[in-house]
């Protein structure tokens, strides 16, 4: 979820001079007590690697084609498969939420 919100606000793309790596970056994430998960900004890039980027590649292309990677309906899917497209599912729908009410509360004022 982290890396998903981080790269739809466009973080992943922040450069951190040398010496700042300890400034906080808000992720959007609560945690179990609904506090915001707050993380040190050195840290962006760990959480971009290549099993994210799989992951994320899988959730567009099932949603560009419409069809899920195997046979069958969602209880087909190996688990890791499914788990994978039902984060990133509910991470879209919240982002594009957020993006609506946003636009919605600018058309207003």
């Not at 984060?87 to 919605?104: F, G, N, P, V, Y």
């Amino acid at each position: 979820m982290i890396a998903y919100r981080l790269l739809r606000a466009g973080k992943h793309k922040v450069h951190v001079r040398k010496g700042r790596e300890w400034l906080p970056v808000e992720t959007g994430v609560p945690d179990d007590e609904g506090k915001e998960i707050i993380i040190q900004s050195g840290s962006i890039p760990d959480y971009f690697d290549d099993y994210f980027f799989d992951a994320l590649e899988l959730f567009e292309t099932v949603e560009l084609f419409g069809s899920l990677p195997f046979s069958g309906g969602w209880a087909e899917q190996p688990y890791p498969i499914f788990r994978v497209l039902q984060i990133l599912k509910k991470e879209a729908a919240r982002w594009e939420q957020k993006e609506l009410e946003a636009s919605w509360h600018e058309k207003k004022h």
